[in-house]
Structures are given as structure tokens and as C-alpha cells.
């Protein structure tokens, strides 16, 4: 029997998701037509073996509840949300509810970052893990650039064992261009191995008397007990050549749906509603005039309406919007209950990973450049927005429930 942790922070977490998280929690913003962690249930539930999924974060359960109640019937695998008291680091919480994941007894366990996005070739590192007896952890890793290595974890291996030789949670200068993707497989003997690092912290905290100190029950995954592990053949690392990327800022979010629309390929309807160009995910309660053109790269949620004439583009919009007759929607992201009027462009800028790299990630540039001035990326217009008839809006973020008055290009519009 297997199981299954994913990670997903709190509400502290993810700031710079923000826009974007102020209604929904950035675990449950759906990309592709799915709440992103359900991207990694999917995955979990198509094992045979996992048995249990296990999520913890510090949201109240009561954000967690109904989503949690429906993976449940639609997945029929055990589903938890175990909240953490206090955020207890991505090491802290996993500790504190190390019975709930021993419970049963489990061959080993999958630990996922719910913020990554990849097609989680589970099976495969189960295997990995399972030909290392000696591998308490077993890293899913992949090559990014030298100079983008070091917002990362980064590993060293052994060329022919693959066991890590060296690890450094985000270095200051370059280590290795093997990164973490922030999915693993584990030992249920980790437990051990964290029980001295928790051990080490206890003693760092009282005899700082608790001073400048975190919670006592803190403990950093990476740094605590990753980095403990490198070199002691207990750590290892399978490298994947295939799609991978965080989901940290709003800008990732188109990025992550274009991909995860390329995996899944979701079904177009028999008949389509009206001229679509795939990939582009239809919720089936969306009312879609027939003379609008979507895609490609396009998620359309629950109850959104489409007029005529309407072009959208490598954008997201939900639940419940509105598009005007002939608005034009590219590189944005429209929240839930907005609305876009008549003829008027809603326009953002890729943040797309430099083609000319192999192994560039996505830049998750911050939302100011260094003159201050708003770094360009997709438009996001917050839950019940109205943008006007014949207005654009250019690179530009509108926070929820604001009726907007005029056009509008690089501002932030609280
Ligand atoms: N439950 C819980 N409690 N989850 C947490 C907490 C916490 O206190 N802190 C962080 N997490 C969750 C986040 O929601 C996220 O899913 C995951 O743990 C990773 O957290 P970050 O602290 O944001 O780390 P990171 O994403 O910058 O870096 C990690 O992931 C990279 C790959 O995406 C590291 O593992 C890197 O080494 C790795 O390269
Ligand atoms: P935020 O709360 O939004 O910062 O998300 P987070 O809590 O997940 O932040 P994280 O722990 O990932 O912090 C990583 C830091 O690395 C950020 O504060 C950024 O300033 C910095 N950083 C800058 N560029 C990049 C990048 O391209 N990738 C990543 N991962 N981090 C970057």
C-alpha cells in the first residue's frame, strides 16, 4: 500500500499568486478546468496502490471542506485535509502528522508541492525507489539553466548509483543545474531521520531560550532533512526530461494551463458551440454564442456566457463571467462574476520561458521591475470586475468588485 502528502501552504503562502487568490485559495484555482491540486490527486488515484491522500496545509478546513468532499466521491480513494495549527514549514507539518501518514503501515509515501505542474510520473519513481534499498527519499529532479538553478533546490548525483552527493536549498551561487521539482518518494524510516533533525532544532531553540527562533515545531524539508541526506546514500535522484513548472506567480497560471491542456487534451464537444481552435477546455454549462472564436490555450469555466463575435485567447476565464459581444480576451485571466463589455480588449504579455534556452523555466518575476514600474504580464481582472463597452486594458491587474470607468495599461487598479 501507498499513500500520498501534498503540501499546499496557507494563506501566508503565495503572495504573489495574490490577485489571483483573494477568493479562491491558490491550491483550488483552477487551471485547465481543474482546481490545480487536483492535478496531483489525478495523478495519485491512478495508482492502483495509493490508497490514501493526505493534505496539509494551514487554510481552515472549512476552505478545504467541499473540495475535499467531492475529490473523495470522484476519485474513491481516502482523501484528508490535516491543517496545521501554525505554518510549520514544508519539514514541520509532515513531522506533526507523522502517525496519520505511518497509520496502515505503508510500503512508502509520495510527497508533492501542491505549487509544481508536470504530468507526475509517479509509477516511475515508485520503481526508482523501490530498486535503491538504500533510498529513504527519492527526488524527482530536472535540469533547469545555470542562472535560474539558483531560485531552486540543487543536487549533485553520483553518475552511476544517482544517489545525491550534495544538496543546497536555493544557493547563492551555482551548484548544479539538477533541480528539485518538489515531488518525491519516501520511506516511511525518514520519520528517523527527522526525528533527529527535530531534536537538533529543540535544542537550537531553548538554548536560544526561544529567541529570534520560529516555532519550536518548524522544520524546513530542504534544509533539515534533505541536505542532512545527501551523501549518505540515502538520497537519490531520478531525473525527468518532460514538462515541469512551479505555479508561483498569476503569470505562471496561463503558462501551467497552456501545458496541462496539451497533457490532458480535453474532449471537444461533437458539436462544438462555435469556432474553436484546441487546446480549450468548455465547462459543458458555458453558453457560447456560435460566432465566437476560442483558443487556443483557453479554459472556460461554469455558467461563463460568450456573445457573439467574442475572440479569446491563452487565457482562463470563471466561473460565471460575462464577455460582450465582440471583446477580445488574450494572456488575461477574467475572475469569477466579472464582466468584459462590448468591443473592448482585455490584453496581456506572456511570460512564456525563453525559447532560445533549453531547460529555461519560467521567470517568476516579481510584480515591480527595479524603476518601480509594473513588470509587463497577463491581465487579471479580480472576481465581479466590469470593464466597460470599448475600453483596453493593457498589462494590467484589477482587484476584485471594481467597476472600471476608463481604459487602462500598466497599473495596478485597487
Ligand atoms: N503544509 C505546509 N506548511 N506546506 C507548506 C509550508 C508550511 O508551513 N510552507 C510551504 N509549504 C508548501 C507550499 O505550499 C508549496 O507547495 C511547497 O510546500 C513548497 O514550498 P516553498 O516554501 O514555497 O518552496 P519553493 O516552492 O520555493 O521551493 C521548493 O520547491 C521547489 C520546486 O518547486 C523546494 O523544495 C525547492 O527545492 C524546489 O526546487
Ligand atoms: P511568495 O510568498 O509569493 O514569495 O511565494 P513563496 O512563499 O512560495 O516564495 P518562495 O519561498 O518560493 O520564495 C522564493 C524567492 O525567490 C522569492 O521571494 C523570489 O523573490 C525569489 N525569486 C526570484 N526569481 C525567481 C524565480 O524565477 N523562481 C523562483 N522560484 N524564485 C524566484
Given at each position: 500500500m501507498l499513500k500520498a502528502v501534498i503540501l499546499i501552504g496557507g494563506p501566508q503562502k503565495g503572495t504573489r499568486f495574490r490577485p489571483l487568490s483573494l477568493d479562491t485559495p491558490k491550491p483550488l484555482f483552477p487551471i485547465a478546468g481543474l482546481p490545480l491540486i487536483q492535478h496531483h490527486i489525478a495523478a495519485c488515484a491512478k495508482l492502483q496502490e495509493c490508497k490514501e491522500i493526505l493534505i496539509i496545509g494551514s487554510y481552515t478546513t472549512t476552505q478545504l471542506a467541499q473540495f475535499v468532499n467531492d475529490m473523495q466521491k470522484e476519485y474513491h480513494v481516502i482523501i484528508r485535509y490535516l491543517q496545521e495549527f501554525t505554518p510549520l514549514g514544508t519539514g514541520g507539518g509532515l513531522y506533526h502528522f507523522r502517525d496519520q501518514i505511518r497509520a496502515g503501515n505503508p510500503s512508502a509515501f509520495f510527497l508533492l508541492n501542491g505549487d509544481v505542474c508536470a504530468a507526475f510520473p509517479l509509477k516511475e519513481l515508485w520503481t526508482f525507489h523501490e530498486e535503491r534499498p538504500s533510498a529513504l527519499v527519492t527526488i524527482m529532479g530536472t535540469e533547469a539553466t545555470r542562472q535560474q538553478s539558483i531560485y531552486y533546490g540543487c543536487m549533485v548525483r553520483e553518475a552511476s548509483t544517482k544517489a545525491v552527493t550534495h544538496y543546497v536549498e536555493k544557493p547563492n551561487t551555482y551548484v548544479s543545474t539538477l533541480i528539485n521539482c518538489g515531488v518525491y518518494v519516501c520511506s516511511l524510516q525518514v520519520f528517523q531521520t527527522m526525528a533527529e533533525a527535530f531534536q537538533r532544532k529543540q535544542d537550537g531553540f531553548y538554548s536560544a531560550n526561544g529567541q529570534n527562533s520560529p516555532h519550536p515545531g518548524y522544520m524546513s524539508w530542504e534544509q533539515d532533512v534533505l541536505a542532512p541526506l545527501?551523501?549518505?546514500?540515502k538520497l537519490y535522484a531520478m531525473q525527468v526530461t518532460n514538462w515541469w513548472s512551479q505555479v508561483k506567480t498569476a503569470g505562471s497560471a496561463i503558462y501551467a494551463n497552456r501545458h496541462y491542456l496539451e497533457l490532458h487534451r480535453p474532449k471537444q464537444p461533437a458539436t462544438p458551440p462555435c469556432h474553436i481552435l484546441p487546446d480549450v477546455f468548455l465547462h459543458p454549462t458555458a453558453t457560447v454564442d456560435s460566432t465566437a472564436v476560442i483558443g487556443p490555450n483557453v479554459s472556460i469555466g461554469a455558467g461563463v456566457t460568450i456573445k457573439a463575435g467574442v475572440r479569446i485567447k491563452e487565457s482562463i476565464v470563471l466561473n460565471n463571467a460575462t464577455i460582450h459581444e465582440h471583446a477580445l480576451v488574450m494572456y488575461s485571466v477574467v475572475g469569477q462574476d466579472a464582466s468584459v463589455g462590448e468591443w473592448s480588449r482585455v490584453e496581456g504579455t506572456p511570460s512564456d520561458p525563453?525559447?532560445?534556452?533549453?531547460?529555461a523555466k519560467m521567470d517568476n518575476q516579481p510584480l515591480f521591475n527595479s524603476d518601480g514600474r509594473l513588470n509587463p504580464s497577463i491581465t487579471i481582472l479580480g472576481a465581479g470586475v466590469v470593464v466597460p463597452a470599448e475600453t483596453i486594458l493593457l498589462n494590467s491587474i484589477v482587484l476584485p468588485h471594481k467597476h472600471l470607468t476608463r481604459s487602462f495599461k500598466h497599473e495596478i487598479i485597487l
Open positions: 545527501a551523501g549518505t546514500n525563453d525559447p532560445n534556452k533549453p531547460f
